[in-house]
């Protein structure tokens, strides 16, 4: 890896770096049933990989409501979710996924890469979320959320932007990777022009992801010094 070449790497949460063990799905639940009456279909719905802006839009329409209901609660409902999120945080069951503590461990006192977060999250509710599996938020430099764009398409292009203006540089696409766990991150990946590396530690197991052409597939990040090489050597 070039001395002077920084690494940006995108990372997804949910299914990435922790297993949301249901209690994302329950709290988007009470967080509609407080703006909207209803959840909607919320217990078969697979959320996997989508934002919540989509989640929340999906569901709605499902449950009957109209379209300009939907706008007019669509934030207030990312609200109450990162209320319901804070709020439920001692008691939250959120795990580790392998090999995210040293791996986060050993990248932040790398001065060669830089931390960003993608993620389908309500940008209010991340830090919630990442403290109750132990993350440190201020890991993570900058981001682009779920509660920011529908189509998580664009979300790294949005976080990139945000990387651009927080360093006063430009970012190459191929400084970029990142890093997730369903079709939708590698869709994402392809869209901005960058690489993706995926973690079979979701919703999808490793042959439906290989589907998907990833640049890279790992089980998990659990086996450091494999997934350090695809990071310096992408």
Sequence with gaps: ????????????????LLDPMGEGSGLM???LLEVFGVTGP???????????????????????????QIEAGRERAFAAYAR??????????????????????GLTVNEHFILGLVTGNVREA????LRAAGIDPVLFRFGAFGS???????????ALDR???????????GDVLVIGDTPHD???????????????????????????????????LSDIAAVMDILQNY
């Excluded at 319901?84 to 461990?105: F, I, S, T, Y």
């Excluded at 203006?165 to 190459?172: C, D, P, Q, R, T």
């Design 1 to 16: 890896m070039n001395d002077r070449r920084k690494r940006v790497l995108l990372f997804d949460i949910d299914g990435t």
């Design 29 to 31: 639940g009470k967080a």
């Design 42 to 68: 919320i217990e078969s719905y697979d959320m996997a990989g989508k934002t919540d802006w989509s989640i929340i839009t999906d569901l709605m329409r499902l449950a009957g409501l109209a379209e300009d």
């Design 186 to 220: 590698i869709a994402c990946a392809r869209h901005a022009g960058v690489k993706v590396l995926c973690v079979a530690t979701g919703t999808y197991d490793r042959a439906a992801l290989a589907a998907f052409s990833p640049d890279f597939l790992q089980d998990d």
């Design 148 to 158: 920011e764009h529908f189509d998580r398409n664009q979300l790294p292009a949005l």
């Design 84 to 105: 319901q999120m804070e709020a439920a945080v001692p008691h939250l069951r959120m795990q580790l996924l392998p090999g995210v503590p040293d791996l986060l461990k």
């Design 163 to 173: 990387l651009r203006a927080l360093n006063g540089y430009e970012v190459s696409p």
């Design 126 to 129: 991340v830090p919630h979320k």
